[in-house]
């Protein structure tokens, strides 16, 4: 039997082989469109969703700006920003980026107060972390075959559970370093293809929406990778039925 690595090194290299089958992909949380884009341009019908309007010089007509929840639990009928009314058949990949302001490692200390008289947990932060853990969730529940959640390394209080694996944009040609950590359901982990030598760590902006976008050659070969996986395993249930995933 092939296995998820074996089939994700596959595709990593079958970039060009034509499939007639267009898949449906939400991008949820993602206002940047890198992902939305990536999946555009390889002819897949994909939507990013977000309450945020899309970039500036962005496509407003493949972005839904609205709470991604009532799509991630399987909704298929939406308005997109442009104002145009959608209904898709279903949702064949979804990829949630859950905001990671209060789950992320780095902002552990955060929820920390250190005063006069002692040092205490910040209740506001920490009810924050909550309710952020809950949404992640959520997203790892989403209603489709396949399933993936990107954060970057979380705090141990968060609780969530390990993620599948990482990736690195330098692993596609990016100059820079940035760990990104995937929960998946039904895909392989993704494959380096052009590694970077000596690659920098990624120079943060202090503003968290960018700081968090996906660069663009992570975005492709992520598109590449899993949406020829999908369609293979798609092929491969035709012929059998037995093996459909859920």
């Known amino acids: 039997m092939t296995t998820l690595q074996e089939k994700s090194s596959r595709s990593a290299h079958a970039d060009t082989r034509p499939h007639s089958r267009r898949l449906y992909v ?31 010089y962005g496509h407003p007509e493949w972005h839904i700006q609205a709470d991604c929840i009532p799509l991630i639990k399987g909704g298929t009928k939406f308005d997109t920003q442009s104002g145009e009314h959608v209904t898709v058949p279903h949702w064949d990949l979804i990829i949630c980026h859950p905001p990671c302001t209060y789950l992320c490692k780095v902002s552990s200390v955060q929820l920390i107060r250190h005063t006069d008289e002692g040092t205490f947990i910040n209740k506001e932060r920490y009810q924050k972390m909550i309710d952020a853990a809950r949404f992640f969730r959520k997203c790892l529940r989403a209603k489709a075959p396949f399933v993936a959640v990107e954060n970057p390394i979380p ?17 596609y040609g990016v100059k820079y370093t940035k760990k990104t950590l995937y929960w998946v359901k039904n895909l392989p982990p993704l494959v380096a293809t052009c590694d970077y030598p000596n690659p920098k760590e990624y120079v943060r902006s202090s503003r968290g929406k960018y700081r968090a976008r996906t660069f663009p050659e992570l975005a492709q070969a992520l598109a590449r990778q899993w949406s020829e996986f999908i369609l293979d395993e798609y092929e491969i249930q035709a012929h059998h039925p037995e093996q459909i995933v859920t």
């Open 26 to 56: 939400l991008i949820a949380c993602e206002e940047s469109q890198a992902e939305c884009k990536a999946f555009r341009d390889l002819g897949h019908i994909a939507y990013s969703c977000d309450l945020q309007p899309c970039r500036p």
């Open 155 to 171: 705090m141990k209080r968060a609780g969530l559970p390990k993620p599948s694996f990482f990736a690195c944009p330098s692993w």
